[in-house]
């Protein structure tokens, strides 16, 4: 089919005229791949465009992933003269099915929005950011980091990156970071999001291995959804659920009465932060009952014995009143999974941001190892991850583990990967990073001096962001690398480097559903910004450590090495030939070992772990693992009478909206400015009625923000969304002892109705 016949088939497009290839083959020598490295340095300006990849030149639609959130729907570009102009979600691409939510049709908008970082921008003596030539920046960028080193040790440097850039680009980062540099601790904004799910997983199966495959979706017959907005934050996930032909019954465990709970079959709506209870509760019932699978317990599990002791403290009569969820409820609910076939349990951001999240997501786990829903078709412990790539930064980022799931403390794990690599095998550090908090504290406390942010904005997203900025406003030397020079974080950087986006360069996401998938170059990054990829192999050479990467060249290049990093790992990918063989697959998900081969169609390319009932551990046991319960961080007083949790408002607000912000379509989708959700109870003892101005005050900051009167929170809590920029001002910094995870669901505030001028 030719072009202007395909593109005929969406009434959108209009009418596109014809697309010779002279021009086609114009417009890719525009754009050049060049070796960007030590040639840039010394001819900046001749850069920047990257390789529009030929596979695009028969056809000019072509199929890449989504770049916002952990779904990875599949979306079909439309080009012309080699440039994205219009995009339609991918039919075949056996993630969506020919679905989109509004972010991904509206994903090529925030690319042309007129705030782009252009320039690299170094802030001058008078302390104004001005726009400076690459070689200057990245000149400042090895002086003053150098300096640091020199003055107060290598790891008074560190970064901060992204689950929103390619693995490649996060490999190399981790690998010039710590290999090259000899920076000791990187995190990431996974911290906030994902650390739980991954501490979890690791513990109670031995690897960071969510099992499930999206068909699970469609095949179980009861989903429980425990603090996951689903119809919001994932919707085509929601929309798989759609698909379920098994009439299932959809059980929402969240304290909101959200869009999802709506949706749902049964909600059960328990007090914020009391989950734990709850599913040791459900435990309890399961167990008095025997309705579990002693059979599986026996053969693929440990700790039943413990978990047993454990739970036989919390029978319905103390579960009722620690969670307010009654007994005739718990009951049912336990009844529920007992009658299920094929049941599947899912969480989200409810469950990891939480201080006891990994003890939760493990209680969780524990619910589908008793009744042996685990490995089979609509079973599963499924987290739901957050951003695109979110797994890939997991595995590969080089941060919370040694590049794929090693670890930096086993010297066996080092040599490895210094052999796999070939690099000196004391270049690896022999130490875990600091986490993302610590990171922060480590500056506080003056230990840290050099900053490098890539891919997140933390002074919005941060906890407890009066104290961030404090912090950040500490640094010797704050590099900030982004697509945007308005972000909260870039305002205050004495360095930012101008970043491509998602669609303006190449490489790979890895999925919720473990699916990798390939993100391509549709677009010209604006004036000199480069694609991260670039940055990193840049300030590698201007560092002077560019010859331990010379095998890093392309995005294509390091997904090689990703394969060698991975064999005989779990998340084995070595039998992913190349970036062609991904995109004629629709994705392929991991584990896929060298000799593995693929079902013909797309849409049957369906794998979900631990088949055969063997887990990653030594022994192939599961663990069931517990512990009592903790108590809340900052529980509410009478000063401080509610509990303020925060999260995601909308289809189509992003986090800190420095991308979605950009779309006129998508801020007509979002409310206009911050509201605070309020129980009529609440508001009735307040005077509040929906639309007053209130102010929402915690022992940190208070925020003014409309009232919206609404049955969807119960009396004593409130809810924000994520998306104002100084919603943080409030939350409390209490973390998870494990993962480290911030706790941004629960902090105690007070609410006031504000006077009438
Ligand atoms: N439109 C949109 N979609 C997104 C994102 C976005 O910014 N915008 N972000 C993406 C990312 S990175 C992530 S991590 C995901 C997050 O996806 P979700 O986790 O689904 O979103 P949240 O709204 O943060 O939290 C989910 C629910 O947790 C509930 N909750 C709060 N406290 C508790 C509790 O104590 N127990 C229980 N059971 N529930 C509780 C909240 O009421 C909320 O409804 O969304 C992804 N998708
Ligand atoms: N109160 C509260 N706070 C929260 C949460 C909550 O539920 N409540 N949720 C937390 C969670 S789960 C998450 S994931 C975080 C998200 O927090 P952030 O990571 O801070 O949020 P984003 O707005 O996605 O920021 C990504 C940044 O990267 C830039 N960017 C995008 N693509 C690229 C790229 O390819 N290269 C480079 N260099 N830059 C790029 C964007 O412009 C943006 O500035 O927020 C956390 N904060
Ligand atoms: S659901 Fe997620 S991956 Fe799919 S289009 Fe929306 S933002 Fe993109
Ligand atoms: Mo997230």
Sequence with gaps: MNLGAKLGKFGKLGKLGKVGLKETAAALLRAHDGPLTRDLLQKPGAFGLGRVPERLLPDQTTTMVCGFCSTGCGLEIHLRQGEAINLTPARDYPVNLGMACPKGWEALTPLSA?????????????????????????????????????????????????????TEELALLGAVGKFGMGIVHGDGNTRQCMATAAVAYKQSFGFDA??????????????VLVGSNLCIAHPIMWERICRNRHNPAIVVVDPRKTETATA???????????DLTLFYGLAYLLIRNNWIDRGF????????????????????????????VDETALQAFAETIHRGQRVSFWWT????????????????????????????????????????????????????NLLGGREFTAAADRREVADILNIPEDRIPRQDSLAYDQIIEGVAAGRIRGLWIIGTNPAHSWINQGHLLEVLGRLDFLVVQDMYTSTETAE??????????????????????????????????????????????????????????????????VFQILKRLSKGRACDISGIADYAMLDQAGGVQWPFA???????????????????????????????????????????????????????????????????????????????????????????????ATNDMVSVASRRAALLVRAFVTHAVQPGALFIPMHGPKVNKLTFAAFDPYSRQPAYKACAVALTRLQAP
């Design 114 to 166: 007129p705030d782009r970082a252009t320039n690299p921008l170094l802030r001058d003596a008078r302390g104004k950011l001005q726009p400076v030539a690459w070689p200057v920046a990245l000149g400042a960028f090895t002086t003053r980091f150098k300096e640091i080193q020199a003055k107060h040790g290598p790891a008074a440097v560190a970064w901060l990156g992204s689950g929103q850039i390619v």
């Design 210 to 223: 969510p099992p499930f495959t999206y068909q699970d979706f469609e095949e179980s017959d009861v989903i």
């Design 264 to 274: 749902a079959t049964r909600h059960f709506a328990p007090r914020p932060k009391s």
């Design 297 to 324: 317990i026996d053969a693929h599990t440990a700790g039943f014995d413990a978990l047993a002791a454990h739970v036989s403290a919390y029978p319905p009569e103390r579960v009722a009143v620690e969670t307010g």
């Design 349 to 400: 951001m409810g469950v990891n941001q939480s201080h006891e999240g990994v003890r939760v997501a493990q209680a969780i786990i524990n619910l589908a190892l008793l009744t042996g829903n685990i490995g089979r078709p609509g079973t599963g412990a499924n987290s739901i991850t957050g951003q695109c790539n979110a797994m890939g930064s997991r595995l590969f980022s080089n941060t919370t």
């Design 492 to 557: 205050r950087a004495d360095l930012v480097l101008p970043a491509a986006g998602w669609g303006e360069k190449e490489g790979t996401f890895i999925n919720s559903e473990r699916r990798v998938g390939l993100a391509k170059k549709v677009a010209r990054a604006p004036g000199q910004a480069l694609a991260d990829f670039h940055i990193f192999r840049l300030v590698a050479d201007a560092w002077g450590c560019g010859d331990l990467f010379a095998e890093w060249k392309t995005p294509e290049a």
């Design 594 to 688: 060298e000799g593995a081969s693929l079902p013909t169609e797309q849409r049957f390319s369906q794998r979900r772990l631990f088949e055969d009932g063997r887990f990653f551990t030594a022994d192939g046991r599961a663990r069931l693992l517990f512990e009592a319960n903790q108590a809340l961080p900052e529980p509410t007083s009478p000063e401080f009478p509610l509990t303020l949790m925060t999260g995601r408002g909308n289809s189509s607000q992003w986090h800190t909206g420095t991308r979605t912000d950009k779309s006129a379509v998508l801020r007509r989708l979002a409310p206009r400015g911050d509201y605070v959700e309020i129980s009529p109870a609440d508001a009735q003892a307040r005077g509040i």
